[in-house]
């Protein structure tokens, strides 16, 4: 089946009725679909394992700590702290109003897009998501192309764990990520380069719609006949684990 423009329009407005009708905003949907994340973490560890040693030959300690443990964590503190976010928070209000009384209320701003990237399939997609859902959005999920086998898992359990009515899966390329992205969306969120990140806020800029922009960059090394690859390697592996722990 071919996605186009055509059916990238009918994906938003059946999840423009699903928002609508204010089943997302309600914390009990919320927090079931964070739990179902947490339980398809728990339930299909072995297969996020396996789709990422296809993918990008990834150790399983790695997928385990980086991918799984890390999301997890994500989802435990949505399920700590959700309901003191959704809470409304007085404001202060003006003696030339008295006696008025205001409040700032959260507001979900309706359907979201997520592009998310190669390097960490799983995390860089689940954890805008969980954001988006915690929220109260509806959310579409572009997985990275580029990570085949992760993104069709993702299709795959996302599908089977999460309510489809609200939340969604697109797998694909450029041609599917242009069809999405000639869409009115209520936000998007891109992780990835800076070239795809200008195509992505051009697009956006169409419909004035708020974008996140999680740029990467290159980090050239020069390895010279002199070095031991297997140190070198070991050593680099380190390096990105502890900048994973910093940020």
């Known amino acids: 089946m071919v996605f186009d423009g055509e059916a990238a329009s009918s994906l938003v407005k059946e999840l423009r009725v699903s928002f609508s009708s204010g089943k997302t905003r309600s914390y009990e949907w919320r927090i079931s679909q964070v739990k179902a994340l947490l339980k398809m973490m728990a339930e299909r560890e072995d297969e996020i394992v396996d789709a990422l040693r296809s993918d990008l030959a990834k150790p399983p300690l790695e997928t385990v700590v980086y991918e799984i443990g890390m999301f997890k964590n994500s989802c435990e503190l949505v399920l700590r702290e959700l309901k003191q976010w959704m809470t409304p928070e007085k404001a202060k209000t003006s003696i030339t109003t008295f006696p008025s009384s205001a409040e700032i209320i959260p507001e979900p ?115 010279d006949s002199n070095v031991y690859l297997e140190v070198l390697s070991k050593a680099e592996f380190v390096l990105i684990s502890l900048s994973l722990s910093i940020d």
């Open 109 to 223: 701003l309706g359907v979201v897009l997520v592009i998310s990237a190669w390097n960490y399939p799983f995390l860089l997609s689940l954890d805008p998501v969980v954001g988006a859902i915690a929220a109260g959005n509806a959310v579409v999920l572009k997985p990275s192309e580029i990570a085949p086998a992760s993104s069709s898992l993702l299709a795959k359990l996302l599908g089977e764990y999460l309510d489809n009515s609200s939340i969604r899966v697109v797998e694909g390329a450029v041609d599917e990520t242009t069809a999405l992205l000639q869409q009115k969306w209520d936000k998007i969120f891109y992780t990835g380069n800076g070239k795809v990140g200008r195509i992505v806020m051009a697009a956006a800029a169409k419909h004035l719609t708020p974008v996140v922009l999680e740029l990467g960059g290159k980090s050239p090394t020069v390895v």
